[in-house]
């Protein structure tokens, strides 16, 4: 099934979990890639949420396959900045292989967040967000 993102903001949190341990890793992506926060899924706090998060504060990743790494789109102009580590691990969900992104060693302010993607269609990702080991929130990418 081909998904959108309105599709996952109307989602709970338990099918949003269930499509994550569903999907594979897929490749580490490459390119600029559009974010959507997802938070309180399934409530009808999620879509305003999002809109207001692309707007003010968090636009999308720009990811480097060959070196391993991406930028986060921030503020309001969308500039590049926060880096991670990306590579293939674990899942903290499930235990399956997921693609991380890693900045406990390339950010001072994001330093305790690790994500995990995994591949729902084609130039789709679905991803959690951890800090620490605690479940923050739920994202999408599309590239």
């Avoid at 309001?76 to 969900?93: C, I, N, P, Q, T």
């Avoid at 499930?94 to 991380?100: A, K, L, N, R, Y």
């Avoid at 729902?120 to 999408?140: A, H, N, Q, S």
């Amino acid at each position: 099934m081909a998904y959108d993102v309105p599709q996952l903001l109307a989602m709970t949190q338990v099918q949003l979990d269930d499509l994550f341990r569903s999907s594979p890793a897929g490749e580490i992506p490459n390119g600029v890639a559009h974010g959507t926060a997802i938070i309180a899924p399934g409530t009808k706090y999620t879509e305003s949420i999002a809109h207001i998060i692309n707007l003010f504060g968090w636009q999308g990743k720009t990811f480097d396959a060959q070196k391993g790494v991406l930028k986060n789109k921030v503020l309001v102009f969308g500039f590049e900045a926060v880096v991670a580590k990306v590579y293939k691990d674990k899942s903290w969900l499930d235990g399956e292989e997921c693609i991380v992104l890693d900045y406990s060693d390339t950010s001072l302010i994001a330093h305790y967040i690790r994500d995990e993607i995994r591949l729902i269609g084609p130039g789709f990702y679905l991803g959690k967000v951890y800090w620490g080991k605690e479940r923050l929130i739920d994202f999408c990418l599309q590239f």
